[in-house]
C-alpha cells in the first residue's frame, strides 16, 4: 500500500512537472498574492489598520489561482481522457486521489509560503502610510496571521482539488469552487439579523478562514482565528470525500 | 497537436482567401443574421447552458425573498413593541427628515422676510474621543435661516436660505436641492412671487447676491413664513467587521439669534415635527422654542431638513446579483471554450467566412441572454424583495418608479456586460477554468473587497472605479447627498461613480476583452 502511495505519488509528480500549467499557476499564486498585498498596502492606512491583514489581502486574489491549481490537477485529466490511463495504471483510485491531495497540499503550502513572505517583505520594504502601526514578525498576532494565511492558501487549493473531482468539468468546477464561498460572504454582508449574520460568518469557509488574518478586534469576531481555519479544513475534506466518492462510483 | 504541413501555394491561397474573406466580413459588416442564428440555435439547445441561465435567475430572485422574509423590523413604544411609523415622505416622493423650530406667520401673496444672523451657537453631547462630556460647538450642517413652507405638515415643500455650522451660506428647497450662497454672508433674504422663490445673501445688508430661484409646484396663495433653527445628530462611523457599519448618533442642539428682522413680528411658534423619540432630558436640559425681546428672535431647534438615508435601501433585494453573475459567467465561458475542448470550433470557422463575425454572434447572444435574464430576475427580485421587507415591518426607502426601472435595467446590462467579458475570456484563454476564474477574479472579487468591509474605504472606492466592478453602481438607487453627513462607502453601498458611468467602465472592458479576443482568434490557429 504504502508501495503503492509512492509510486502513485511520483506518478502525479511527473505529471505536475511535465506540464506547464502547474509551474504557471503556483507562480501566479505567489504573483497575485504579493501584487495585491502590495498594492493594498500602497492605497495606505489609518492609525487603526490592521497592518498584518492588510499587508496579506493579496490572498484574496492569490487563493483564486490556488483553487486554480487544485482544480486543474484533476480536471485536465478528466478533459483529455488521461484519467482512463491514470485508473487503468492504478486501479484504486483512492489512492491515486489521496496522491493528488498530497501535492496538492504540499506545493499549496510552498507557494502559499512564498506568497506570504513576500507579501510580508513587501509591506517591510514599503509600509502603508496614514499612521498605521509598523510590521513586526516578532509579534505573536503577526507570526499566526502569517502562518494562517499560507495554511489558508494550501486549503484553498485542496477544496479545489475536491470540487474538481467532483465536478469534473473545470469551468463549472471554477464556478462552485468560487461561487460558493463568495455567496455565503456576499450574503452574510447583507442580512439583517446580526445571529444569522454571525452564523454565515462562523461556517463560510471564506470569512471564518480568514479570520486567521485579523490581528485586532479579534474580540469582535463571531468566531476564532485557528477555530475558523479549521471550519476551511472542514470544507475542504468535506469537498474531498464528496469528490472522492464520486471519483470511485462514477465511470472515469 | 501536429498539424501536416501545407504545401506553399495551399498556403499562400489560403492566406489570400482569407483576406478575401475579411473584406468580404467586412462588407457584410460584422453582424451577421445566419451566424446570429446558428450561435443562438447553438445556445437554446445545450441543456446545461440553458439550465445554468435560468439557475442565475432562480438564485438572483430566491436570495431576494430569502433575505426579505428573514428580515423583521419593530420599533419599540417604552416597553411595548409596536409597528414602526410609516417613513415622512417629501415633494419629490422621498423619504425625508423634517424637524425644525419655526417662528412663523402667514404670507399672503407676494412679499419677503430678510433677517441678519446675528450669532449662532449651540451644544454636542458626548463627542469623540473622550464622549465624557458636553460641549459648546455646532455639527457642519446645523442650519439656521429664513425659511418659506407650504404649511406646518412634516414634508410639506418648501425654499430656504439659510447659515451653517461649518458649510457657509446655503439655499435648500424640497429637502433634496442645495446650492451654496455667497462665503462669508450673514444677511439673508427670501422673496416670494407666485410660485417662485428668491434666495439672497449679503456680508453687509447693502449688497445682496441672488443664490438661486426655485418654483415650488402648487404653493397656496397663503403659506408660512419664518425663521428656523435644527441641527442634526452628530454621527461616527467605526466599521464592523462583519461588513457594513456601525454608525453613532449623538444628540445636538443650536441656537440662533436673528435682528434687523424686516418686517418684523409678532410671530407663532412651532416645533415642525415635534420632539418624537427625544428623551425627557434632551427635551428639558435647554428646551428648544423661541424669544424674542426688542427686535431680535432667539430660535432654538434640533431635528434636520434634509432626505432621510437610515432605513432600508431597496437594492439589498438585488443581492443575489452577484452570485447570478457568478453562474452566468460559468455559462458565457463554457459557450465559447466547449467548442474549443470538442473541435466543434474547426467546424464553425470553416461553416462562417469571417472568423469575427462567430465571435460577434456569440457575444450578442451572451449578452442578450444574461440582459433578459437579469432583466427578468432583478424586476422580479425587487418588486418582490420590497413587497416583503415592507410586509416584515421594515422600514425601506421609496424611490421613484423610474429609479426602480432604472436600477434593474442597470443590473441586466451589468450581467450582459460581464458576460461578455467572460465569453471574450475564454475566446482568449480557451480554457474555461482559466477563464472562469480571471472573471471571478476581475469581477466579484474586487466587488467583495471593496462592499465587505475588508479593504479601507479609499481602496475599496479605486477599486469601483478601475475594475469591470465600477457597473455594480447600476445598483444604487439611493444617491449619496454632498448637504447631509453620512457614511458615504462602498461598504454602505454608496459607489464612486454614478451608475451610467460605472456601466461604461464595464462595458469598456468588454469591449476590450472583445477586442483581444477577436486579435487572438484571427491569428492563432483553432
Given at each position: 500500500m504504502t508501495g503503492e502511495l509512492r509510486a502513485g505519488l511520483r506518478a502525479e509528480l511527473t505529471k505536475l512537472r511535465t506540464t506547464p500549467a502547474p509551474a504557471w499557476l503556483l507562480a501566479a499564486i505567489v504573483a497575485l498574492t504579493v501584487g495585491a498585498g502590495a498594492a493594498a498596502t500602497a492605497v495606505g492606512g489609518s492609525p487603526g489598520t490592521d497592518t498584518p491583514r492588510l499587508a496579506l489581502t493579496g490572498v484574496q486574489l492569490g487563493q483564486a489561482a490556488a483553487v486554480m491549481f487544485g482544480i486543474s490537477v484533476i480536471s485536465g485529466e478528466y478533459a483529455t481522457g488521461l484519467i482512463r490511463t491514470t485508473f487503468t495504471a492504478m486501479p484504486r483510485r483512492a489512492s491515486v486521489l489521496a496522491a493528488k491531495a498530497g501535492l496538492v497540499a504540499g506545493l499549496g503550502l510552498a507557494a502559499g509560503a512564498l506568497a506570504v513572505l513576500g507579501s510580508l517583505l513587501a509591506a517591510t520594504l514599503a509600509p502603508p502610510g496614514g499612521g498605521a502601526p509598523a510590521l513586526s514578525l516578532a509579534d505573536g498576532a503577526t507570526l499566526r496571521a502569517a502562518i494562517g494565511s499560507a495554511l489558508y492558501l494550501t486549503l484553498m487549493a485542496v477544496f479545489g482539488l475536491g470540487v474538481g473531482a467532483a465536478v469534473q468539468d473545470a469551468a463549472t468546477a471554477a464556478g462552485v469552487a468560487l461561487g460558493v464561498p463568495y455567496l455565503l460572504t456576499i450574503v452574510m454582508t447583507v442580512v439583517n439579523d446580526q445571529d444569522l449574520g454571525r452564523l454565515l460568518y462562523r461556517i463560510s469557509p471564506m470569512s471564518a478562514g480568514l479570520?486567521?488574518?485579523?490581528?485586532?478586534?479579534?474580540?469582535?469576531?463571531?468566531?476564532g482565528p485557528w477555530a475558523g481555519l479549521g471550519v476551511l479544513a472542514a470544507w475542504a475534506a468535506a469537498a474531498l470525500a464528496g469528490g472522492g466518492l464520486l471519483v470511485l462510483v462514477r465511470d472515469a | 497537436m501536429s498539424r501536416p504541413a501545407a504545401h506553399p501555394d495551399a498556403m499562400n491561397r489560403g492566406s489570400m482567401n482569407q483576406g478575401a474573406m475579411n473584406r468580404d466580413a467586412l462588407r457584410r459588416g460584422l453582424i451577421d443574421r445566419a451566424v446570429l442564428r446558428a450561435e443562438w440555435t447553438k445556445f437554446r439547445t445545450v441543456r446545461g447552458w440553458v439550465a445554468g441561465t435560468v439557475a442565475a435567475v432562480l438564485l438572483i430572485v430566491a436570495l431576494a425573498m430569502l433575505l426579505a422574509g428573514g428580515s423583521h423590523t419593530s420599533c419599540s413604544n417604552g416597553p411595548v413593541e409596536v409597528a414602526c411609523p410609516a417613513l415622512p415622505i417629501g415633494p419629490g416622493g422621498q423619504a425625508v427628515t423634517d424637524r425644525f423650530y419655526f417662528a412663523h406667520r402667514e404670507l399672503t401673496g407676494d412679499g419677503t422676510l430678510t433677517v441678519r444672523v446675528a450669532s449662532m451657537s449651540g451644544i454636542i453631547t458626548?463627542?469623540?474621543?473622550?464622549?465624557?462630556e458636553i460641549v459648546p460647538g455646532l455639527v457642519p450642517w446645523a442650519k439656521a435661516g429664513i425659511i418659506v413652507k407650504?404649511?406646518?405638515?412634516?414634508g410639506a415643500p418648501y425654499a430656504a436660505v439659510m447659515l451653517t455650522g461649518k458649510q457657509g451660506v446655503h439655499m435648500q428647497d424640497d429637502f433634496v436641492h442645495d446650492t451654496p450662497g455667497p462665503a462669508g454672508a450673514r444677511w439673508l433674504r427670501l422673496a416670494r412671487s407666485g410660485d417662485a422663490i428668491t434666495g439672497y445673501a449679503s456680508a453687509d445688508g447693502i449688497r445682496w447676491t441672488a443664490i438661486d430661484t426655485v418654483r415650488l409646484q402648487g404653493l397656496p396663495r397663503t403659506v408660512r413664513i419664518g425663521m428656523f433653527v435644527t441641527s442634526p445628530s452628530d454621527l461616527s462611523v467605526s466599521r464592523n467587521s462583519l461588513g457594513g457599519s456601525i454608525t453613532q448618533a449623538r444628540f445636538t442642539q443650536a441656537s440662533a439669534t436673528f435682528d434687523?428682522?424686516?418686517?418684523?413680528g409678532p410671530w407663532s411658534r412651532d416645533e415642525v415635527?415635534?420632539?418624537?423619540?427625544?428623551t425627557d432630558w434632551e427635551r428639558y436640559h435647554r428646551a428648544n422654542g423661541v424669544s424674542e425681546s426688542g427686535g431680535t428672535v432667539t430660535v432654538t431647534g434640533t431635528g434636520d431638513i434634509a432626505p432621510r438615508m437610515d432605513a432600508v435601501k431597496?437594492?439589498?433585494?438585488?443581492?443575489g446579483v452577484a452570485p447570478g453573475l457568478i453562474v452566468l459567467v460559468v455559462v458565457a465561458v463554457t459557450f465559447v471554450t466547449a467548442e474549443y475542448r470538442r473541435g466543434l470550433i474547426r467546424t464553425t470557422l470553416l461553416a462562417t467566412p469571417g472568423r469575427g463575425r462567430v465571435l460577434a454572434a456569440k457575444a450578442v447572444v451572451a449578452g442578450a441572454v444574461a440582459f433578459a435574464a437579469g432583466l427578468v430576475a432583478a424586476a422580479v427580485a425587487l418588486a418582490l424583495g420590497t413587497k416583503m421587507l415592507t410586509a416584515g415591518g421594515n422600514q425601506v426607502l421609496p424611490v421613484s418608479a423610474l429609479t426602480e426601472v432604472r436600477v434593474v435595467v442597470g443590473a441586466a446590462a451589468l450581467l450582459a456586460a460581464c458576460a461578455v467579458t467572460a465569453l471574450a475570456l475564454g475566446a482568449l484563454s480557451r480554457r474555461g477554468m482559466v477563464a472562469v476564474t480571471a472573471a471571478i477574479a476581475v469581477i466579484i472579487v474586487p466587488w467583495t473587497l471593496a462592499t465587505a468591509s475588508i479593504l479601507p474605504d479609499e481602496a475599496a472606492r479605486w477599486l469601483l472605479c478601475l475594475?469591470?466592478?465600477?457597473?455594480?453602481?447600476?445598483?444604487?438607487?439611493i444617491p449619496a447627498y454632498p448637504q447631509v453627513v453620512a457614511h458615504y462607502a462602498p461598504a454602505d453601498g454608496?459607489?464612486?461613480?454614478p451608475p451610467w458611468a460605472g456601466l461604461a467602465v464595464s462595458f469598456g472592458y468588454a469591449a476590450l476583452a472583445l477586442a483581444f479576443a477577436l486579435v487572438r482568434l484571427r491569428r492563432a490557429d483553432a
Open positions: 479570520t486567521v488574518q485579523m490581528t485586532t478586534d479579534l474580540s469582535a469576531s463571531p468566531i | 458626548y463627542p469623540p474621543p473622550d464622549h465624557d407650504q404649511s406646518l405638515r412634516v434687523h428682522v424686516t418686517p418684523g415635527g415635534g420632539h418624537e423619540g427625544m431597496p437594492e439589498v433585494s438585488l443581492t475594475t469591470p466592478a465600477a457597473g455594480f453602481a447600476a445598483l444604487q438607487a454608496y459607489y464612486p461613480l
